[in-house]
């Protein structure tokens, strides 16, 4: 406890009173002076007395009460700092630290710590900083000390500092990393169109110098391909997504013994292909009421190309009309189904029937084309059960359904078979109906009226069923491609509202999408969707059960779940991911890979511990910028404006800061003492002036 | 009832099957009226035709008492006389392609509108 005294002013009239009051003495007593008057310094005095009586001095007393001074210590625990001994390096720092200021009678430390900021923020250390700062007095921080990697990413953000700064850097002389770094990679990509991506691989710091490295590329969880790429060179990889939806690529590159973190080793990239335009041949045999539900279909999407063709009159009928009086047009036959046939992502036999316009040669190749990868769909009317059926063609092969020749022609609702709940392409589809479904689970439909009866191929799936249980749509993956057959014409029915009609576009639309191979619609699949930091881990399946999953972690830790059923061939669970990064599903048959955050997060970029980005914070404040590796720091007391660090040490500066505990201000004389001195100085001028008064001088006579 | 307009000369009706220019049935009054296009249809680059609205107009009208021309009896022999001579047998032929002509477009819809493009869209599935 100290005590401070001090003499103020505390006057008792405004300021510019006390200025005419001086005024005026100064006039008086200048003109007692004048007029010779004895007692004019006596006068004066008196003025000058009351007048600083006016001004009422005083003495103010303090008591103070000294504050400690404060180092500020903040330490960097992002996960760049993690790696390798630096936390044990960053809290022996700290403890040292600890132990010095700890010997310093009035000092002491506060502590900060800063955690990995949320999503790709990356180190925050000087918002950290100011935050710390802004909780102290700055008055009393005598120094601030930040243990880091120096990998900082927001040093604009950097406070104005009261005291010098010091940056204590972690890590080792001969720390490297390897990363591998993916540029421009594009969210969309047109499928069939080469996208490039540029690669690099890059080691940082102390590197052994290796020139090639292995590179895996792993495509949407499959087996990897192995390449051997060199360092420190971009690399332009031409690229063609192998199919629409999400592709999910995975480029890594494996740890190399000594580097720092393998979190950088590997980069995942989520393409999303978009089909350029969606090609579709519609070949129509006769015109019929269905046919404007499959033009409404495929005219309403934006995205396909529709090429169609209706046989209006076969080649057979001919009623001597001149050509030019008729709007028809050949068939260009040979151009669509030999020259240009794989240029379709889907032909439509639209109730086709043979009648020597197209030769088996061409039917044939449409069977070779849905073997190497097309899709056919038949949506069959009464023929497909009569002897010009396209089953009856080389096409027949690949069909999923054979006719029995009997056509039905009776009312009957469509109902989804036990397969075709779990199946995509119809699996939810009684939601879709204008009415609930009814109690004994008849969907709330229109009907239909006419089912060609067919032998299901043993290969396909039947999805959907008419009356009696026969097939009505069935569907089959046939070589690489896939065919669908629509046992019935009446789809359009649904379109026209009979009977509050269905959901025949919704049907159509899976249906074809389905067939041309839409991720989206896979009958096995396993996926996972990420929200923050929870994965829901779905698996779609036919099959009656579904495998646990496996998913295994960055760090390589695997996790067991079991999946809950949801609905038919849809089975869920939700999972909490302990850290971001890659994390790969399996059940055995189907791989996922799925990345919780950035892949390489920003954490990771840089590894190497650096002081050159806090070097110019650190110059401006005189402070030190040292390694750990070299030796921790001895604390002493610098001068403010003086260099604060030097060979071993670094300052810190005494601020000397005192907290006033009270405060008193008491009149430097009382009220009657300057009434006394004034009045004794009137009365001295009074009498000095009246004894010369008294004895007037002689009267000449 | 939509908006109507009088039949333009590039409707799809006179070229769903038969290329027809008039559409008499017992009478030949050019006046026949059909859903207007929408106000945006316009005619498009390299396309010769209005790309009218997708669908079908939901309504034709006219005078010209077409299904008297189309009526026969038992025997195939039509029931109403039209025109004098050959030239009401043509008239009535001309009936009978304009009755057909309704049914396809009620059928295809705009199948022939977009038939000119198909040249086009060939051209393009090879780039």
Known sequence: ?701 | MPPLEPLPPDHVLTRTFYLIREFPGRHASPEIWVEAAPPDAELAEGMPFRALNDGVTPVVIGGNDWAAAWAVDEWGAPLMPVGRGLAGERQREYALRFGINLVMHVLTGNYKSDQVHVPALLERLGQ
């Not at chain 1, 889907?346 to 069977?367: C, K, M, S, T």
């Open chain 1, 1 to 701: 406890m100290t005590v401070a005294e001090r003499l103020i002013l505390d006057p008792l009239l405004p300021w510019p009173w006390i200025g005419v009051i001086a005024v005026l003495a100064t006039l008086a007593a200048g003109l007692a002076l004048w007029r010779g008057l004895r007692g004019w310094w006596l006068r004066a005095l008196a003025a000058a007395s009351l007048t600083l009586a006016l001004l009422g001095p005083a003495i103010e007393e303090e008591r103070r009460q000294p504050l400690t001074d404060i180092v500020l210590a903040v330490v960097d625990e992002s996960a760049s700092q993690r790696l390798g001994d630096r936390p044990a390096q960053s809290e022996a720092a700290l403890e040292a630290l600890r132990a010095e200021i700890a010997q310093r009678p009035g000092t002491e430390l506060r502590v900060a710590r800063l955690p990995d900021a949320e999503g790709e923020g990356g180190t925050f250390l000087m918002r950290a900083l100011a935050e710390a700062l802004a909780a102290e007095p700055p008055g009393r921080i005598a120094a601030v000390v930040l243990i880091t990697d120096g990998q900082v990413h927001d040093m604009s953000a950097l406070p104005a500092l009261p005291a010098p700064l010091h940056a204590l850097i972690t890590g080792r002389a001969d720390d490297w990393d390897r990363r591998l770094i993916l540029r421009n990679a594009p969210a969309f990509a047109i499928l069939g169109e080469e996208i490039t991506l540029t690669l690099r691989i890059e080691d940082q710091g102390a590197a052994p110098g290796a020139e090639l490295v292995p590179l895996t590329i792993a495509v949407d969880g499959g087996e990897p391909l192995h390449f051997e790429v060199p360092v420190g060179r971009d690399m332009d990889l031409p690229l063609v997504l192998p199919h629409g939806g999400m592709n999910t690529l995975r480029f890594e590159t494996p740890p190399a013994p000594g580097e720092l973190t393998d979190r950088n080793n590997a980069a995942i990239v989520q393409i999303n292909g978009v089909r350029d335009r969606l090609r579709v041949l519609l070949v129509s045999g006769e015109p019929h009421p269905g046919e404007r539900t499959w033009r409404n279909l495929l005219k309403s999407d934006a995205s396909v190309d529709l090429v169609h063709f209706t046989i209006l009159r076969p080649p057979e009928k001919q009623d001597g009309v001149p050509v030019d009086e008729l709007s028809l047009i050949a068939f260009p036959t040979r151009e669509l189904f030999v020259e240009r046939l794989e240029d379709f992502d889907l032909v439509i036999f639209d109730r086709y029937r043979r009648r020597g316009i197209l030769p088996n040669e061409y039917l044939q190749n449409v069977a070779d084309y849905v073997m190497r990868g097309g899709a056919v769909l038949v949506s069959a009317g009464p023929e497909y059960g009569g002897v010009e059926s396209v089953y009856r063609s080389p096409l027949g092969a690949v069909l999923p359904g054979a006719p029995t020749a009997r056509v039905l022609e009776e009312g009957y609702v469509p109902r989804l078979s036990g397969t075709g709940e779990r199946h995509p392409v119809t699996e939810g589809l009684p939601a879709f109906a204008p009415r609930p479904p009814a109690e004994d689970g008849t969907p709330g439909w229109g009907r239909w009226f006419r089912l060609v009866e067919v032998i299901p191929d043993p290969r396909a799936q039947v999805v959907m069923e008419g009356p009696q249980g026969r097939p009505l749509l069935l569907l089959s993956h046939v070589g690489e491609g896939r065919t669908a057959l629509l046992a019935s014409d009446h789809a359009w029915l649904w379109d026209r509202g009979f009977e509050g009609g269905g959901p025949q576009l919704e049907l159509l639309r899976r249906l074809a999408h389905w067939l041309m191979k839409e991720p989206e619609l896979e009958e096995e699949a396993l996926w996972a969707e990420v929200q923050g930091q929870t994965l829901r881990i779905i698996r779609r399946t036919l099959a009656d059960e579904a495998g646990p999953v496996t998913v295994t972690a960055p760090d390589g830790t695997e996790t067991v779940l079991t999946l809950d059923p949801v609905s038919p061939g849809r089975y869920e669970t939700q999972w909490t991911a302990p850290e971001t990064g890659l994390y790969r599903l399996t059940d055995g048959e189907h791989d996922a890979v799925v990345a919780i955050g950035p892949a390489a997060p920003r954490e990771f970029e840089a590894t190497i511990a650096t002081g050159d980005i806090l070097a110019p914070a650190v110059e401006q404040t005189r402070g030190g910028l040292l390694r750990i590796e070299d030796g921790l720091p001895d604390l002493r007391e610098v001068r403010e404006g003086r260099p604060a660090a030097g060979r071993g040490w670094i300052g810190l500066i005494p601020r000397e800061a005192h907290l006033v505990t009270d405060l008193r201000i008491s009149p430097l004389l009382p009220a009657w003492a300057w009434l006394l001195i004034a009045s004794i100085l009137i009365l001295g001028a009074w009498l000095r002036e009246g004894r010369r008064q008294g004895r007037p001088p002689a009267r000449a006579s």
